[in-house]
Each structure stands twice: as structure tokens, then as C-alpha cells.
């Protein structure tokens, strides 16, 4: 069974990047047919997609965040990532990075990263 | 106007129906959309319910009751998501999500409560 992990520091300082890594165990990043996201949700909130990488490479992003992320991919790690640049509090939030075929239907536990000087 | 509308929360009683909206904007017509429903519990990730555009293109998650399922409403330009047979377990909030214009677009999520 596929599981992921997020990692990453916790705490970023506005205007930064905020950089985030996720591992997938159970399963080779290259292999099928799944797109690998990032999904976020601020406390009390609701989930909002922030973009996915397809195992060749190809990206969607949110057009309400595109001008700011970057999604990338090292098959050799198997692990993905996020970059958010030039943060700030609304950027605080739990992100998750979640498999999928169809649906969601793998999702790491999520990691809070908060946004403060 | 957001994309997906869902109420913010809804309370129905054990052993009965709830009935969760998840309203389109105007110009999306929700008979061209498979509409996803997640469910998430406080502290834990989403977990998949259920896709649902017509009977004939449905899908149910895996190990979900089949107490939970979907339909739309047409005239209402909106996806169902009904629960059947409320348990105390049900209580959590509920998104919607739908692929539009390149991107996946979620709902603000329902808090349902059960009590």
C-alpha cells in the first residue's frame, strides 16, 4: 500500500519560499498512471488544491496560486515537492500531499507550516 | 461567486437521512461534472466517499457503506451527497470537488453533526 510523507520546516518567514518534500513508500513515484498533489487547509478551513505533477513531468497549478508555486519531482528519491514563494500569513496552513488516479485516494497526514517573522 | 457552494453546516438526528448540497456556479452545468465527495474527520486527512455524474458513471470508495451515495439535482444545478441510516461516526465535514477549467475546484466542505 502506497503511503506518503510530508517534511519540511515548520515555520517560514514572510516573503520567503516555503519548500516541502514528499515521500512515497509502497510504490515507485515513476510507475502508473497517478498524478502526485499538494493540497492545503488552513485551521478552521476549508482544502484548497495548490497543483499536481504527472509521472512524466507535466504540471497543473491553481491559477489562484500559479504565479507563485512550483511543483517538481526526483523519481531517484521518490519524492515530490512544493515551493510557494513570497509567503505570507494567508499561506499558513496544514499541507497534505495526496496520489491519484482517479481520486484522492492516498494522502500523507499532513504538515502545518506557519508563516510568521 | 466561488465555484462550489456547500452549506457550512447541517444537523440531523441518529437513524435518519441527511441530505449534503454541493451547488454549482451559474454557467457550470452540473450534468457535464463527475462530483467527488470526501469525508474528513477532525485531526485526520480526506478520505474518498464516492464520484457520482449519472447512474451509469458512478463509483463507490472502497469499504464505503452503501448507505452513502450520490445523485444531482438538475434543476437545481447541484450534487447529492446522501447518507442513509445516520450513525454517530458520520459526524464530520464533507467536501465536494470537481475538475473545472484544468484545476480541481473544492467545496468550502458541510459540517455535519449528528446528534
Known amino acids: 500500500q502506497v503511503q506518503l510523507q510530508e517534511s519540511g520546516p515548520g515555520l517560514v518567514k514572510p516573503s520567503q519560499t516555503l519548500s516541502l518534500t514528499c515521500t512515497v513508500s509502497g510504490g515507485s513515484i515513476s510507475s502508473g498512471t497517478y498524478y502526485w498533489s499538494w493540497i492545503r487547509q488552513p485551521a478552521g478551513k476549508g482544502l484548497e488544491w495548490i497543483g499536481r505533477?504527472?509521472?512524466?513531468?507535466?504540471?497543473n497549478y491553481n491559477p489562484s496560486l500559479k504565479s507563485r508555486v512550483t511543483i517538481s519531482v526526483d523519481t531517484s528519491k521518490n519524492q515530490f515537492s512544493l515551493k510557494l514563494s513570497s509567503v505570507t500569513a494567508a499561506d499558513t496552513a496544514v499541507y497534505y500531499c495526496?496520489?491519484?488516479?482517479?481520486?484522492?485516494?492516498?494522502w500523507g497526514q499532513g504538515t502545518l507550516v506557519t508563516v510568521s517573522s | 461567486q466561488a465555484v462550489l457552494t456547500q452549506p457550512a453546516s447541517l444537523s440531523a438526528s441518529p437513524g435518519a437521512s441527511a441530505s449534503l448540497t454541493c451547488t454549482l456556479r451559474?454557467?457550470?452545468?452540473?450534468?457535464?461534472?463527475?462530483i467527488y465527495w470526501y469525508q474528513q474527520k477532525p485531526g485526520s486527512p480526506p478520505q474518498y466517499l464516492l464520484r457520482y455524474k449519472s447512474d451509469s458513471d458512478k463509483q463507490q470508495g472502497s469499504g464505503v457503506p452503501s448507505r452513502f451515495s450520490g445523485s444531482k439535482d438538475a434543476s437545481a444545478n447541484a450534487g447529492i451527497l446522501l447518507i442513509s441510516g445516520l450513525q454517530s461516526e458520520d459526524e464530520a465535514d464533507y467536501y465536494c470537488?470537481?475538475?473545472?477549467?484544468?484545476?480541481?475546484?473544492f467545496g468550502g466542505g458541510t459540517k455535519l453533526t449528528v446528534l
Open positions: 495526496a496520489t491519484q488516479d482517479d481520486y484522492f485516494d492516498y
Open positions: 470537488m470537481i475538475w473545472h477549467s484544468s484545476a480541481w475546484v
Open positions: 505533477i504527472y509521472t512524466s513531468g507535466s504540471t
Open positions: 451559474s454557467g457550470i452545468n452540473v450534468g457535464s461534472y463527475r
